[in-house]
């Protein structure tokens, strides 16, 4: 069992909820209860100030996740439930490519897996783009999971790198998205996409 914790906001969480862990290890040895002293801990990085500091967090911890869905509404300041400006919740936006770059890049200089959840990591679109940013897990519903492993398969590592390095360098969703969906289409033209 891995233990990950959500919405944290800064280092000082981190710690805190370490110690809890601590409290609860030295319970259940008090208790005589068997459980795995060395697993691993996590934190969900889905606030922007966790995002910012994510070399900090990556520090204290095994592995960091993404969490898109809620990292996305934050750092754009957009209610996802919210029919009137739910259009501006874009996965795309330049600024949460290069936040997303920079908490993969945080956790691998701690030498610290780092995976993502949330949608857009079942997003055939992005799949390319995240793999090219050193992305280690994705984690997916199930039933677009065939279509993001034939992604995955259909390009040497080396070149997602580079098509990663290019889409950081438009300055529109639109742009991005049009490059992405470009490459996509002649890598795997069987998985439907959206126009």
């Known amino acids: 069992i891995w233990v990950m914790f959500p919405m944290v906001s800064s280092l000082k969480e981190v710690r805190r909820a370490k110690a809890l862990v601590v409290q609860a290890k030295e319970s259940l040895r008090a208790e005589k209860y068997a459980f795995d002293d060395a697993m691993k801990i996590g934190v969900m990085i889905e606030v922007p ?6 070399g900090d967090i990556g520090k204290e911890v095994d592995f960091l996740s993404i969490g898109t869905n809620d990292l996305i509404q934050y750092l754009l300041a957009v209610d996802r439930g919210n029919d009137i400006v739910s259009q501006l919740y874009q996965e ?19 030498n610290i897996l780092v995976s993502m959840c ?4 079942g997003d055939p679109v992005a799949t390319l783009l995240l793999l090219g940013l050193g992305l280690d897990e994705f984690s997916v519903i199930p039933y677009v999971l065939p279509e993001i492993k034939k992604i ?44």
């Open 49 to 54: 100030s966790a995002a910012v500091v994510a």
């Open 152 to 195: 995955i398969r259909s390009v040497p590592l080396r070149e997602a790198q580079k098509i990663a390095v290019r889409a950081m360098k438009f300055s529109t969703v639109e742009e991005v998205k049009e490059f992405l969906v470009g490459h996509v289409k002649r890598l795997a033209p069987d998985i439907p996409l959206p126009e």
């Open 118 to 121: 949330g949608e857009m990591a």
């Open 92 to 110: 795309f936006e330049p600024a949460v490519i290069l936040t997303i770059r920079h908490i993969i890049k945080e956790a691998h200089k701690n």
